[in-house]
């Protein structure tokens, strides 16, 4: 590459980040109420995973899973962002990290032989077969036996749980409906898709708050005095 291609280049991440940063002003001047709650929630992991550091009892594995709490944060975050620039793509990604690790937090938590072999040996978990675990009426009776405040409800909402995780995996695995470089509007804010993003997003983070109030529950009233908007937004 001469010194005119690579002029060429810089051109054009120059008008790249040009355009990123007006759809970016754009995006964060719209749908306020939304992306206020959405970043709350993801507040709420991070917060959520401190309080639970601070338990004297857990185990080894455990105090280690609590670092998937900071990083579903930051992956929420990232992925607001992309969307906000207007770059959906990237942003689903994020987000079925943030599905797929929120559940995994719950399914390796009681499981430590599970985690090592998902942690030193490479061992893959499976989206399915977590789902299939938590929807086990012993795991149910389990979860009644350590939450007095569980009623035998479903543990998570798995028909929402299976159609966002199909969706965003579509992202993943490049299905052809998700190519985004050939629209005309490609790459341009479009309040529908913003919006869009953000509910998908508010959506991911309830499955896996709901998840974890079941789980976590006796960490949560110190959530929500923490984080008190919270209590409103579950309903409390």
Not at 84 to 105: F, T
Not at 159 to 171: C, E, G, Q, V
Request: with cysteine; glycine share 4%.
């Amino acid at each position: 590459m001469n010194y005119l291609d690579s002029k060429k280049s810089l051109n054009m991440y120059q008008e790249l980040h040009k355009k990123f940063k007006t759809n970016f002003t754009i995006s964060l001047a719209s749908e306020s109420v939304l992306l206020t709650r959405v970043e709350l929630k993801s507040r709420s992991f991070a917060i959520l995973g401190q309080i639970i550091s601070e338990d004297k009892s857990l185990n080894p594995h455990q105090k280690e899973i609590i670092t998937i709490f900071d990083e579903l944060f930051s992956d929420i975050s990232i992925g607001i962002y992309f969307a906000a620039c207007s770059l959906e793509n990237p942003a689903k990604i994020q987000l079925r990290r943030v599905l797929e690790l929120g559940i995994a937090s719950v399914f390796l938590w009681d499981m430590p032989h599970i985690f090592w072999g998902w942690k030193d040996h490479d061992n893959d978990l499976n989206f399915n077969d977590m789902l299939e675990h938590f929807s086990k009426d012993g795991y149910k009776s389990y979860i009644k036996s350590i939450n007095k405040e569980y009623n035998n409800a479903e543990i998570l909402n798995f028909k929402d749980a299976r159609r966002l995780y199909r969706i965003l995996s579509n992202t993943v695995h490049g299905k052809i409906t998700t190519f985004e470089s050939n629209l005309p509007k490609r790459y341009s804010h479009q309040v529908e898709d913003w919006k869009s993003i953000l509910q998908m997003a508010e959506e991911v983070e309830d499955i896996v708050l709901g998840l974890w109030k079941k789980r976590f529950n006796k960490y949560f009233p110190e959530l929500y005095i923490q984080v008190p908007s919270l209590t409103i937004l579950n309903g409390r």
